[in-house]
């Protein structure tokens, strides 16, 4: 049985079948940059980063589009907050999230499209919506999208228009037909930068949110695309507008007749499977920066390791929600230091740089037991906590039978994961995490060096000290023919 997915729309696994043989087009809704990215944003990255390894370890091509949101009300509001140009804003944080990226090894999407550069796309979009009679300008300037000449208008969320409608608070509709309807372009207001207002048709403004996605998706995957995909607070409503304009902007849609009832609408899809990420919670609540209980990504690595925040991470299932704790970052901190500890008892540097740099999965045979149980997990819906078992498991066969193949299987599977692809020692003595008065490498190592030549002096006594001050401070002497190892605790 091949790659199976938890289908948003469906609700339900499906087995995974792309639209084209041998290639995957998949879109990711990514980051509003006004801010340093948080750790629920780290969760969406690394959900999708594993979803990508996994599918290019199957033996899929993979075209992997995640969209920057560059244009926003946060985004002015912040950029007059600080007195800099939106730009400015945008390129500074778009900066401090690559940095952030490639510290927790997320592999970078094929094309990152930023929404202000796909105005004109937007605007045709919105154009070809009102010639169909699914969006109106009004008086305002605003265009806004006609959620009920929508065939089909829920069908993600599974809610009905009649179940929307009730959980509307009453609306004053001096700017729209329905409560339910979405803006597409907002006409500029007086007080807004100039660098936000893009000249149109429909008068000076900008795009609303919903219909960047729709335009950047549909420019550089086209449409239908295999997966879409973002976080679990996106499912309603952006998702579920990204479909409505996408969908019903597409030649292949009637627009629905309130009088006559539904006409046929075609076949138009806009992704076959939709992916959805679970939450990080604190305290039992959505981590965001609305509710002011957010950790800045840069913040924790601060604290702790950045391919132990990614094991943290990697280590639930993506759907489900995850706890965070500096207690659990500690737990994943010592499993992982677990997994490095095998790999350091048994490799060499030439066994560790063997083992790098080569095409995700390419060198791993499958018809190995851990191999074929770990691939079992990862196509029933990437299920990395089955996954991550197996590497244990193996890393546990590892210590006993001290095979250098199996440690090279080890490292491998992981790095399926984006784990274990660091020299074991540079791992096991990393300074992340240090406080200050911890000893740095340089001070271990020349105390490990005192106490080798108290040894020599036969002066046990003073070895003996050293090695007790130094395992007081959590350094672990490890001895061998070969010479004294250390590893931090």
Partial sequence: ??????????????????????HVKMYVCGMTVYDYCHLGHARSMIAFDIVQRWLKASGYGVTYVRNITDIDDKIIRRAVENKESIRALTDRM????????????????????RATDYIPQMLSMIDTLKEKGLAYQTKSGDVNFAVRKFHGYGKLSGKSLDELHAGERVAVLDDKDDPLDFVLWKSAKPEEPEEVKWVSHYGAGRP???????????????MPIDIHGGGADLQFPHHENEIAQSEGASTEYLVRDLNEGSKSTGTPQLAKFWMHNGFINVDNEKMSKSLGNF???????????????????VRSHYRSPL????????????????????????????????????????TI?????????FKCAMDEDFATPEAVSVLFELAGEVNRSQSAELAILLKSLGGVLGLLQRNPREFLQSDAGVQEGDLSAQEIQALIDARALAKHNKDFAAADKIRADLAAKHIILKDSPQGTQWERG
Wanted: glycine content about 8%; some cysteine.
């Fill in 94 to 113: 778009i900066g401090a999230l690559h940095e952030d990226s490639i510290a927790l090894g997320i592999q970078a999407p094929t094309v990152e499209p």
């Fill in 1 to 22: 049985m091949g790659l199976r997915i938890y289908n948003t729309l469906k609700r339900g696994v499906e087995e995974f079948t792309p639209l084209n043989d041998g």
């Fill in 323 to 362: 706890n965070y704790s500096n207690v659990h970052l500690d737990d994943a901190k010592g499993a992982l230091k677990r997994l490095y500890t095998a790999l350091s008892l048994v490799l060499t540097p030439v066994d560790t740089h063997a083992s790098e740099h080569s095409k995700i999965g390419s």
């Fill in 365 to 373: 045979d499958w018809s190995n037991p851990y191999a074929a149980r």
């Fill in 208 to 222: 609303g949110w919903h219909i960047e996605c729709s335009a950047m998706s549909l420019a550089e995957l086209g």
């Fill in 295 to 313: 950790f800045t990504i840069r913040d924790v690595l601060k604290l702790y390791d950045a391919e132990t925040v990614r094991f943290f991470v």
